[in-house]
């Protein structure tokens, strides 16, 4: 019996156990004369970045980082900018050594995105903008592409 409680005990997990805004602006410095021209596709540049720190042994701070400037179409005139900050401790426990970059760079901000995707998303449309909807990401195709880039870059 003993025995089935230290392999329980020494089994993997983690779970999301708060979520919060560490950091939010919202700028629209073309308003309120652009919301008075007509329209047209704008133009999105969108930067993401993940960040993750450890807080004690079981605990870890992941986020995601959003900074993106909407302008017109001719690039004349900024819509909006938006820079956002969403975060959440993450418990983890019993993850292996060799696991724990992928767990903190894919499980993790998968979890999160759709969360920090709403905020971008409810702020632009209490800014007076249409819904700022970001594509979904593939956090497990960047976290491959780093790690390829990073053995490139070790045998070079």
Known sequence: MAETNE??????????????????SFESPSAPAVFLDGGSEPKVELNLQLNNKKVDDDHWEVSLEINAKVTADDGAK??????LEHAAIFWVRNIPEEHLAMVLAVDC?????????QIASQVSVD??????????VNFMALFQGAKKQEQEQTAN
């Open 109 to 117: 901000p998968t979890l999160l995105f759709p969360f920090t995707r």
């Open 7 to 24: 392999k329980q005990a020494a089994h993997p997990e983690f779970r999301m156990q708060k979520m919060y805004t560490k950091d939010l």
């Open 78 to 83: 900024t819509l909006f900018i938006l820079e």
């Open 127 to 136: 800014g007076g903008f249409a819904p700022f909807l970001m594509e979904p």
